[in-house]
C-alpha cells in the first residue's frame, strides 16, 4: 500500500517561511507527476504547485515567485518551500501523486495533511 507522510507545516509570521516535504512509500515502481493542494474549511482544494519526474513546475497565480516545488526522483519525495509567506496562505496542505505505478496497476495517493497558519 502505497502512502505519502508530509511534514513541516506549522505556525509562522508573516513574511517568514517554511518548507514542506512529502515522502512516498511503499510498492512504488515510479512516481510521475507530484503535487501540493491546500484547503481550507467550507472552500474547494485548490492547486498550489505540481512537478513532473522531469522537473517540470506548474505553480497557482498566488504563490508563483513566492513558493518553489522540488523533489528527490531517488527518494521519491517532494518539497515545497515556501517564503514571503501571508495570512491568506493559511491552508490545510495536501500532497498527492496522481498516477503512481505499483504492481499491476496505477494509484492516485493523497497524504493525510499538514497545517500551516499565517499569522499577522
Known amino acids: 500500500q502505497v502512502h505519502l507522510v508530509e511534514s513541516g507545516g506549522g505556525l509562522v509570521q508573516a513574511g517568514g517561511s517554511l518548507r514542506l516535504s512529502c515522502a512516498a512509500s511503499?510498492?512504488?515502481?515510479?512516481?510521475?507527476?507530484m503535487g501540493w493542494y491546500r484547503q481550507n474549511p467550507g472552500k474547494q482544494r485548490e492547486l498550489v504547485a505540481i512537478i513532473t519526474s522531469a522537473g517540470t513546475t506548474t505553480y497557482a497565480d498566488s504563490v508563483k515567485g513566492r513558493f518553489t516545488i522540488s523533489r528527490d526522483n531517488a527518494k521519491n519525495t517532494v518539497y515545497l518551500q515556501m517564503n514571503s509567506l501571508k495570512p491568506e496562505d493559511t491552508a490545510v496542505y495536501y500532497c498527492n501523486a496522481p498516477r503512481v505505478k505499483v504492481t499491476g496497476t496505477y494509484l492516485e495517493v493523497w497524504g493525510q495533511g499538514t497545517l500551516v497558519t499565517v499569522s499577522s
Open positions: 511503499g510498492g512504488i515502481f515510479s512516481i510521475n507527476a
